[in-house]
DNA sequence: CTGAAAGCGCTTACAG
DNA sequence: CTGAAAGCGCTTACAG
């Protein structure tokens, strides 16, 4: 705790020999002031490095200045470039930003429409009637890679997950002729997951591969748990020629899990991800994937969320393109 | 912006039949309460959701209630555990955690002292006269893997660097009987690079391996920067049969380009790095490098933070071990 | 145990 | 163009 107190505008005010209201709309060019009267405050503020108090004017602006997060947890490899697409379109655009990690449940959020001007969701971190009491507040608010529910139509953004997945599909059966794929699913209140699963489906559908529903298991878009899913699948004895593991993280996993029981990969079983995650390209072998222009996702959300505070006007939703990056995992360049 | 105003301690009071100055004493535990009169209050509280406005609290009591965590970029596998460690720290001490990248060298930092209680800066990112400013004015603040300029002894945290090099070298040199070791420095700003440096220095020293100054480089700490680093080294027909790449990251990099030149990891060249991040046992091969209990480093700062904020003791410095990890990049288990 | 009053550091009508 | 005053929503001595 600081025990040299801060100076005021009151001191500046007097320093400058004029009052308090002037200082503050030199600093906020908030009315015409005298050039002379000016250069004296400026002069003061300098002299004293005086940077206005933010609860203070917090208080009476009722703005924040900030800009909160709001994600389960910070983990995966998603996260960092995610985070750094917010943290960018937050800077820009003058805010601060908040990091609420709803780790463990804890409840923190209740605060969030207090201490923040606008907040950007992530799939579950915040559950749907906290959304609609923030809408019907009329806070603002962008989720990212999820609808919002009926009652709430806030704007969205996320990816071409559908699309990304089929295309995938679509290079797996037609150029590494694999008919047995897996499908590892993520999170159950991931959307992505869902329309990953539903491109795999149509891509199966599309070339009269039917459907086998023990393929399909829930793999967490989590190394670990991808793991150990494959792990039991492989001990099942279940018979398929490649995975699709749901996300870049699975993928890793599943790879390891399939080295370790001696299916050599791409040759034996064909591994695909998605996301395009740094690390993708460095694994081995190089993983074939989709490209989710994870970065940009933040900065669009951001975008968004600083229109929604500042005019009110908004889009509905934004949907970035996705694009196939075929690395060695999938059976192509080796 | 929220449309219908929040409701204010005033409208509580008034519902429960008393005071401000109940309701306040009631919220914060801060003076004996009837029983009786508590019960209403907590009635009245709970009927309007009541939460008191931050800034309003903040102006009266100084304190923001944030820990502010300045780091210069948002980027590396080092980053995510970082933050979830001093995420998890923060949120169980009870504060909120802002994030500042001063990417750009944008000086937001300005007011960090007026927005939050105290902050963990990582190198790079707040330049020293900035450091003793604040420590002039008695403000909390903890160091990440940097020592603290002499004119304001912040307390610091940071890993073994130095033994961990030098475990790492010594398995280089007396397992795999590797002599001519490339070792990628960091950005000048890091210690972590320079303590590194001696390990690796001291290790040489210690088989009697003559150092040779044409085979240190700059690495960056990054995978692009590694990259292009050992690039120019191949193509300037340096003679080597190892890398030490400062970090995991730039590891990544440097096994990247030496495939790319035909030179086979780890039969003609070994690699190793540093700090052990999640992809690193992905990578192919899979990494020899030392673990740096990075997400603990997080915790342990902010622990030692609050500490700082609360009662003004503390700690001068943070020494976290770090450990040999051993996989294949080396040579080993082939 | 409880209330009235002052005050935290700003901004913003309202006068002039 | 500028100042005096009120007020943002709390907390905290000060009385009682």
Redesign the interface.
């Not at 019907?136 to 603002?140: I, K, L, R, S, V």
């Not at 390209?281 to 190089?286: A, D, E, G, V, Y």
């Given at each position: 705790?600081?025990?040299?107190r801060?100076v005021t505008i009151i001191e500046v005010a007097r320093r400058a020999g004029v009052s308090p209201s002037t200082v503050s709309r030199v600093m906020n060019g908030t009315a015409p002031v005298v050039p002379e009267t000016e250069q004296r405050v400026r002069a003061a503020i300098a002299e004293f490095n005086f940077?206005p108090?933010?609860?203070?004017r917090?208080?009476v602006t009722?703005?924040?200045n900030?800009i909160g997060v709001m994600l389960p947890?910070?983990?995966?490899?998603f996260?960092?470039p995610m985070?750094?697409g917010i943290?960018?379109g937050v800077?820009e655009a003058g805010f601060?930003?908040?990091?609420?990690?709803t780790?463990?449940g804890?409840a923190?959020r209740?605060?969030g429409?207090?201490?923040t001007?606008g907040l950007i969701i992530f799939p579950g971190s915040v559950d749907d009637t906290e959304l609609v009491r923030l809408y019907?507040?009329?806070?603002?608010v962008v989720l990212l890679h999820k609808t919002p529910p009926f009652e709430s139509p806030y704007p969205f953004v996320t990816v071409e997950n559908k699309s990304g997945a089929e295309m995938l599909i679509n290079h797996l059966i037609e150029v590494h002729h694999r008919r047995r794929i897996i499908y590892l699913r993520g999170p159950a209140s991931h959307e992505d997951s869902l329309w990953r699963e539903r491109g795999y489906l149509e891509a199966l559908e599309n070339h009269g591969i039917p459907f086998d529903s023990s393929l399909v298991a829930d793999g967490g878009f989590d190394?670990i748990e991808a793991f150990s899913m494959l792990e039991s699948m492989l001990a099942a004895g279940l018979d398929f020629d490649a995975v699709f593991a749901g996300d870049d993280d699975a993928a890793?996993g599943v790879?390891?899990a399939l080295r370790q029981a001696g299916r050599e990969v791409p040759r034996d079983v064909s591994v695909v991800g998605f996301d395009d995650v740094?690390?993708s390209?460095?694994?081995?072998?190089?993983l074939t994937t989709v490209r989710a222009p994870i970065e940009q996702v933040g900065r669009e959300a951001v975008r968004i969320l600083v229109k929604l505070?500042q005019n009110n006007s908004f889009v509905q939703a934004i949907l970035l393109p996705t694009e196939l990056v075929i690395r060695q995992s999938c059976g192509c360049g080796e």
């Open positions: 705790m600081p025990k040299r801060p940077s108090h933010p609860a203070a917090q208080l009722q703005r924040t900030m947890e910070i983990s995966g490899a996260f960092q985070l750094k943290e960018a800077r601060d930003l908040l990091i609420y990690s780790q463990n804890r923190t209740q605060q429409e207090h201490i001007d019907q507040m009329d806070f603002p190394e890793a790879i390891l740094p690390f390209r460095f694994i081995n072998p190089p505070i």
